[in-house]
Nanobody, 127 residues
């Protein structure tokens, strides 16, 4: 397993940008799919974006396509989520997570597939 620590959350006005980072410990970082999920008060945790172990495959929720970009740096054991054109409905606690990779050509998007989770970072978008 890997240990994950998120950073970069905060308060931003609608239309603004934030970049979340998630630093991982462990020597097998490059063997994991990495995902970002979010949970708003009173709602279920939902998928936001994921990236395959080599970075060649990404997947996004429809609600963030064209606005968010996930990337990873295996040399730094870090995954990023660049969030642009933020909307009030993006307000949530954002979690990064790691899942043992199944293939270089597949990226997992189901929370149940992810074994390791960070503690979360709050993102608040004001209108």
């Amino acid at each position: 397993q890997v240990q994950l620590v998120e950073s970069g959350g905060g308060l931003v006005q609608a239309g603004g940008s934030l970049r979340l980072s998630c630093a991982a410990s462990g020597r097998t970082f490059s063997s994991y799919d990495l995902g970002w999920f979010r949970q708003a008060p009173g709602q279920e945790r939902e998928f936001v974006a994921a990236i395959s172990r080599g970075g060649g495959v990404t997947n996004y929720a429809d609600s963030v396509k064209g606005r968010f970009t996930i990337s990873r740096d295996n040399g730094k054991n870090t995954v990023y989520l660049q969030m642009n054109s933020l909307k009030p409905e993006d307000t949530a606690v954002y979690y990064c997570a790691a899942a043992p990779s199944l293939s270089r050509t597949i990226v997992q998007i189901t929370p149940a597939d992810y074994r390791s989770w960070g503690q979360g970072t709050q993102v608040t978008v004001s209108s």
